[in-house]
């Protein structure tokens, strides 16, 4: 008799580990509280689909028992999960760096996944999440929200996390897991924008700009302050918050240290490309290369100028009009006072501005707003390929575990090879059969 796999959530993940316990000649059911598979996955990079990265290391991953990271990491295979797409006819292409389908559209690989799915055979019930799973001397029961009752000899808890709750993410999947004996990590929203009272940004909202962004914790001034970390790209200003991909890759940390009420401040420089004739870490980058001149060059120049011009046609040049507004504000002026009647320190504030400019943190995007959910189910409780070590015959895919990937499609590369890899192995032993009550 066939072994027959439930999969909880028809996300990558779990769209992966039908595919993966299918191949092994298993019956599987596929469980989705949505009316279609592949909500969040169809939604993902902007509907572009970014499913991997060029770059692959085990720093590209995190999780709060950094001490397992590597273990784990060691069961993601990028390769392997760029080539099963392409063999289903999915062609991919690189942009800087950033893995994609060929067409740009999240939804190809989303339908791709459906039809190799359906063409093994995968009973598919929509509209019905698992809600319940117990063991038995025969496997496992499974309830879902409709009040069905069936029988699985293995289940995967492919469910996804908090993040995305309009595409269903509830963290019921925690739930589950937390039944059946695992234990959570601390959950918190992760690669989201991170939130500011500071009423300065209000000048800048809707403005884009290339920075080099500092993650400090601590108390300004305190020993203790420390640099977390460092990231350079585009960031984007809103009226009480700024986001980006810079600031997304900051703000599994900066979160952290917020539930642990340590303070957290952002420090943008504001003209990074002026670095590269200095020796910094971005020197030598195409994207973002001045045609001439040093910063120190500039700064002379800038405070040579003391026309009866206002501070935006002051810091034309370098700058747009509503980044100006906003320094100007952080320096208690406007952007039309007039620089022939500003001192000499106003105008070096101004200009120390643009390299050092500070942003007091008060909280993250929610749940809504995030790509992924940080923290999850304890990976010292995981063995093998993502098996359970507490209940035999249970499994885990994707975000539901404490693994958190960078922005990038770290996360969906870890959400199909670990499905594509549980649901393999889910397969591989016992025979108990599907039982409908």
Same mark, same amino acid.
């Given at each position: 008799?066939?072994? #027959? ?53 085990? %720093? ?47 939804? #190809? ?12 055979? #995968? ?103 420390? #640099? ?21 890759? %900051? ?187």
């Amino acid at each position: 008799m066939k072994k #027959t796999v439930a999969v909880a959530g028809a996300g990558a993940g779990g769209l992966m580990a039908a595919a993966g316990a299918a191949s092994q000649g298993a019956q599987v059911l596929l469980f989705d509280q949505n009316d279609r598979i592949g909500r969040k996955l169809s939604a993902t990079g902007n509907g572009k689909g970014n499913i991997a990265n060029c770059r692959m290391e085990e %720093l590209c991953y995190r999780s709060e028992e950094p001490e397992e990271l590597s273990r784990i990491y060691r069961g993601i295979d990028r390769d392997e999960v760029l080539q099963l797409l392409e063999d289903r006819g999915i062609v991919l292409h690189a942009r800087q760096g950033y893995i994609y389908p060929r067409t740009d559209l999240a939804a #190809t690989v989303t339908e791709g996944l459906g039809q190799w799915i359906a063409e093994r055979g #995968t009973e598919l019930h929509l509209r019905e999440a698992v809600t319940n799973a117990q063991i038995t001397a025969s496997g496992f029961l499974i309830r879902t929200g409709t009040g069905a009752e069936y029988r699985a000899d293995a289940l995967i808890l492919a469910t996804g996390g908090m993040a995305g709750p309009q595409f269903g993410c509830d963290g019921s999947g925690y739930q589950i897991a937390r039944s059946l004996g695992h234990r959570c990590t601390a959950l918190r929203p992760s690669l989201t924008a991170l939130k500011t009272e500071d009423p300065v940004l209000r000048f800048a909202a809707g403005v884009r700009c290339l920075s080099k962004v500092r993650l400090v914790i601590g108390k300004q001034g305190d020993a203790a302050e420390a #640099t977390m970390s460092e990231e350079y790209g585009e960031v984007q200003f809103g009226k009480e918050s700024i986001s980006g991909i810079p600031v997304f890759q %900051l703000s599994s940390e900066a979160g952290r240290a917020l539930t642990q009420g340590e303070p957290v401040r952002l420090i943008l420089d504001l003209l990074p490309e002026f670095d590269r004739n200095s020796g910094s870490p971005f020197s030598g980058r195409k994207d973002a290369e001045l045609v001439g001149g040093t910063w120190e060059q500039e700064w002379d120049r800038r405070m040579q100028d003391a026309r009866n011009i206002s501070i935006a046609e002051w810091l034309n040049g370098l700058t747009v009009p509503k980044l100006a507004a906003m320094i100007a504000a952080r320096s208690g002026l406007t952007a039309e006072n007039k620089i022939r009647k500003l001192t000499r320190e106003q105008r070096a504030m101004l200009l120390a501005q643009l390299r050092h400019f500070e942003i007091a943190v008060a909280g993250t995007g929610a749940y809504r707003d995030a790509q992924v959910t940080a923290g999850g189910i304890r990976l010292s409780e995981i063995a093998g390929p993502f098996a359970s070590v507490l209940c035999p015959g249970l499994y885990f895919a994707g975000e539901i575990l404490d693994i958190e990937g960078m922005c990038g499609g770290y996360n969906l590369t870890f959400a199909m090879s670990s499905g594509w890899s549980v649901g393999r192995a889910a397969a591989s032993a016992g025979a108990a059969g599907s039982v409908r009550n």
